[in-house]
């Protein structure tokens, strides 16, 4: 296992369509993050999960999106009725526990709505 | 409130010269674990360092070094002899053990490093 992988790289879509990312974490990780990240911005959190129970949501993650982990493998993040303020790169990561434990993050799936 | 500043937006330096990125952190916890990444051009985050909030002791690692203050909420980084591949964004970031473990990064700073 090489690191933490995203698909895809890029996605291009319109306003309103919906969109899935998928994350595959180190193996041995048991807790997913995903986070947003806007030019010039550091990241934002959006939602974490250990195993595959989302222990936490961030205000910034509205009703449009949702994430799974229905395994404690992957996981999806979702956008529904996509609107151009979605525009961002969504970035996963994983880590072995709790806080302490660096995250090691993937390439990031760059979404872009006309 | 921002829990992590990064007040150098930009900074630019001759290759071979020494930098330091300043990052001040904001906290009630007294259990809290401080990072740096860079993320360079690619767009990867890369982690470099990890440090607890109990553990004040500054380190070198090969051209890195780190510079922990508590009583200052600072968590500097230097780099020295730059190189241009030193050139990238470089994130702080702020975790802490009481209020779940997502981080709080700061805004970064984009290092440019001239040959």
């Known amino acids: 296992d090489t690191g933490v992988s995203q698909n895809p790289r890029h996605k291009i879509t319109k306003r309103g369509q919906n969109v899935t990312f998928r994350c595959d974490p180190i193996s041995e990780h048991n807790r997913l993050y995903w986070y947003r990240q806007t030019l010039g911005q550091g990241p934002e959190f959006l939602t974490y999960f250990q195993n595959e129970a989302q222990l936490e949501k961030s205000r910034l993650l509205s009703d449009r999106f949702s994430a799974e982990r229905p395994k404690g493998s992957f996981s999806t993040l979702e956008i529904q009725r996509t609107e151009q303020g979605d525009s961002a790169m969504y970035l996963c990561?994983?880590?072995?526990?709790?806080?302490?434990?660096?995250?090691?993050f993937g390439p990031g799936t760059r979404l872009t709505v006309l | 409130a921002q829990k992590v500043t990064q007040a150098q937006t930009e900074i630019s330096v001759v290759e071979k010269e020494d930098v330091t990125l300043d990052c001040v952190y904001e906290?009630?916890?007294?259990?809290?674990?401080l990072f740096w990444y860079k993320q360079p051009p690619s767009g990867e985050l890369v982690f470099l360092i990890r440090r607890n909030s109990f553990d004040e002791q500054n380190e070198i690692s090969g051209r890195y070094s780190w510079n922990f203050q508590k009583s200052t909420s600072s968590f500097n980084f230097t780099i020295t002899a730059s190189q241009v591949v030193d050139s990238a964004v470089y994130f702080c970031a702020l975790s802490e053990a009481g209020t779940g473990n997502q981080f709080y990064f700061g805004t970064g700073t984009s290092l440019t490093v001239i040959p």
């Open positions: 906290t009630r916890d007294t259990t809290y674990y």
């Open positions: 990561a994983s880590s072995e526990g709790q806080g302490r434990h660096e995250q090691f």
